[in-house]
């Protein structure tokens, strides 16, 4: 739409003729916009649509617009008609047409009813001014409002389709509401975006954020926040909906190796408790930990879950095992420790008789082996480590004075002796 000249002194022909072909070309480019506007596919919903909110109240005042906007313009046609109308009296206006002509196309001379008193008056100008700001009004409501009907509605339902997608896959495989938390979003969901539906289709401008300082009809953008969490929310269920259906693939081998660790565990901690009497009847002075017996709670846990497999409550089977393996693992690793703190002794006590052996071949490789010193210190250690039960920390003296007699008639001042004696 145009903006006409500031007002001056009485036109001469020129000026009028300039001034009627630029008025002609705005009456052209103003009736073009206002055409485009009523044919506009928003401005079509806007009428028929049934407005609540925020968009009735604008719409309201948008459409009163739109109808000032036609008075206005229908004044501005009849002005123009009239000047072309006295320009085209004579070939060559008269002062006095050129004078009726200055005040016609320069002064407030258009006058139109309604608005907000019973009539105003304008310049040509100043119409064409006020029709723009009403049409831009006018147009950036309907544009905003399009943009979201164009947005939302559709993309609402192709995720609702997904969502009841989703329901019956979460049906089959027992995810329902009440009894499985999935299966409450599926139902929170589906409130939420039916009531959203609804909103976006009766009032659009609820969900319209216009862009800052863009003075350009329809800037901004629809919001999709409530849609944007709720597909992410749909999202989450698919994943969880996806993991049961891994559950009911997988179960039967997921329960088999449940039961292999268990059973591990409980081997190993058998195992640990035969350890346990072999050490308190061979170590003397020590401290052994008790061993306790497996935990009962898992072999339970482990019988509903193949129930739960029996009567494919899925949804309930998935946490379990998820659950369960976490525990069984636990329980095979504190087996295994169990079992290695058990035996701490008997590897000890492996040690030293692997320390006194291998000092004495190093002696018999030296001729020192029927040392009677040697033999007495050697004899003494191996009775220790040798009986039961056996004392360690006698014994390990005992070897330690073996070495050390060792050390010395090998020479213990030789670098390599040294060196073994040191580790």
Known sequence: MGVTDPAGPVMDRDEVDRALARLGQEHEAIETSLLALQDHAGRRLLEGARLTGVTAERWADAEASITLLWAYFDAYTAALRSAREIRSRRRWSSREDLAELTALLRDDAVTVPGGSRLSESFSLAALVDRMNELYASSLDLVVAADAVWSALPARIDLLAAELQRTRGLAHSVGVR?????????????????????????????????????????????????????????????????????????????????????????????????????????????????????????????????????????????SPLLESLEEKAEEELLRARESLTAVTAPLAVRAELRGRLDAYKAKVARHGLAEDPLLVERYDAARRMLWSAPCDLRVAEQAVLRYQQAAAELLGAGAPEDRKEDRS
């Open 177 to 317: 509401p009440g009894e499985h938390p999935a299966g409450d979003d599926l139902e929170r969901i589906t409130r939420i975006l039916t009531k959203l539906r609804e909103d976006v289709v009766s009032d659009p401008l609820a969900f319209w954020v216009p862009t800052e300082g863009s003075s350009a009809p329809g800037g901004g953008r629809p919001d999709t926040t409530v849609y944007d969490r709720e597909a992410r929310a749909l999202e989450d269920v698919r994943r969880e909906i996806d993991a049961v259906l891994t559950v009911r693939q997988d179960a039967e081998a997921r329960l088999i190796r449940l039961r292999d660790v268990l059973s591990r565990a409980d081997r190993t901690l058998a195992e640990a408790r035969t350890a346990r009497g072999e050490v308190l009847a061979k170590i003397a002075a020590t401290e052994v930990p008790v061993v306790s017996g497996p935990p009962t709670v898992l072999q339970e846990q482990l019988a509903t879950a193949a129930e739960y497999r029996r009567q494919a409550q899925w949804h309930r089977l």
